[in-house]
């Protein structure tokens, strides 16, 4: 997955963005154990997923990526507080439609609703954010 940009924001808040190219997440491109790995099991509470990211960590995991990122902000914030390891927010592809779906219709400012949308990410704790939008942020942060 091609690295985008990093940003300072407030000369203190660093933002990590990297381009998604529909269908680049592939078994193509990654292995199956890799996709097994990026893939959240739905429907669990904190203590699962915590469990499930150390057993991930005791398999030699070098980061964690969480998605979908809106939907377990949760989970990122409680991974970052217990694990000194890089967490990486993955913001799907259904979370891009939605809003991009809104402010087509002109319920929403797009670049303020996606712009709110990653600083959630960065104060629930990702280190970096895995995003549809990189190329639309890389225009409207400064850095």
Not at 39 to 63: C, H, P, V
Not at 91 to 111: D, L, P, R, W
């Amino acid at each position: 997955m091609p690295f985008l940009k990093d940003f300072l924001i407030n000369n203190s808040t660093k933002i990590i963005l990297w381009k998604i190219i529909p269908g680049e997440l592939s078994e193509t491109h990654l292995s199956k154990e890799d996709i097994d790995l990026i893939k959240t099991r739905k429907g669990k509470n904190s203590k699962e997923y915590l469990r499930e990211i150390e057993q991930d960590l005791n398999e030699g995991a070098d980061a964690i990526i969480i998605k979908p990122a809106l939907a377990y902000l949760d989970i990122i914030n409680v991974a970052k507080t217990n694990y000194n390891i890089p967490i990486i927010a993955y913001n799907v592809s259904g979370e891009y439609s939605m809003i991009k779906s809104s402010a087509e219709n002109g319920h929403i400012n797009e670049i303020e609703v996606v712009l709110e949308t990653i600083y959630a990410m960065k104060r629930a704790g990702a280190n970096a954010i895995i995003t549809y939008y990189a190329l639309e942020l890389s225009k409207n942060l400064k850095y």
